[in-house]
């Protein structure tokens, strides 16, 4: 039987795109394509996403603050991945999924946790979604909770892809994509958690997010999409 922990799922946690952020991406980055439904669809969220197994989803309240700002890079990154120097859409978001999904609160703190996922992120503002991402981070109570079990997460990457619609709508005008230069990417995997006394579990993930590749540039994250798209 499987022993049970308040276990912890970063890929399930938060409520997904601000508004703001949200209006940003669908007006700047595929104004032109606003009226195929799929896109409008997958930029403004709906339907639910993916969710963790019972015993590692916790309560929404307990939601850190969209507006929260990230930890001054001095706090270091702790386990937290470097981003890698990646120009190519798919598989900058297959790296940045793996990095979603893995934690360790053994030997790092929470403020590290947010400093290193900020790395990751684009620096272009008008299209980063910072509230996504810390939206996938547990708050100070939870995660200190989440280190007296010496909880962490490992994580597998089974593939990544364009969703269809996204696909559909580069097809039918190509140079949309050439504002902001995002693209729509779905990753699927499998995470892995483990915490004291042999405790642990492994569960399938999935996710979309949005990552920003421009020209001769290496690729960074912008946001994490409310839901999953195929």
């Known amino acids: 039987m499987r022993k049970r922990s308040p276990s912890f799922s970063l890929s399930s946690y938060g409520s997904g795109w601000s508004a703001n952020r949200r209006i940003a991406i669908v007006t700047c980055v595929v104004a032109a394509l606003l009226a195929i ?8 969220g709906g339907g639910n996403s993916h ?3 019972d015993e590692a989803r916790p309560a929404p309240a307990d939601s850190p603050s969209s507006s929260e700002a990230a930890p001054k890079p001095s706090s270091g990154s702790g386990s937290v991945p470097k981003p890698p120097q990646i120009a190519e859409p798919v598989a900058y978001a297959k790296a940045a999924a793996r990095m979603l999904w ?5 030997d790092t703190s929470r403020d590290q946790q947010l400093a290193g ?3 990751w992120m684009t620096t272009e503002t008008k299209y980063a979604d910072w509230a996504s991402v810390t939206g996938q981070v547990p708050d100070p109570v939870l995660w200190s909770r989440m280190a007296d079990q010496d909880q962490h997460a490992t994580a597998s990457v089974t593939e990544g892809h364009y969703p269809s619609a996204f696909k559909a709508a580069l097809a039918d005008d190509p140079s949309a994509i050439t504002e902001a230069y995002i693209y729509v990417v779905t990753v699927n995997g ?3 958690l483990s915490w004291k006394k042999g405790g642990g579990g492994a569960e399938e993930r999935a996710v979309t997010l949005a990552v920003q590749c421009r020209p001769n540039h290496d690729c960074t994250l912008a946001a994490i999409a409310p839901s999953v798209t195929q």
């Open 190 to 192: 499998k995470q892995t």
């Open 37 to 44: 439904a799929g896109i409008v669809a997958l930029l403004t």
């Open 117 to 119: 996922m900020r790395a």
């Open 102 to 106: 893995s934690y360790d609160t053994r």
């Open 51 to 53: 969710q963790a197994p």
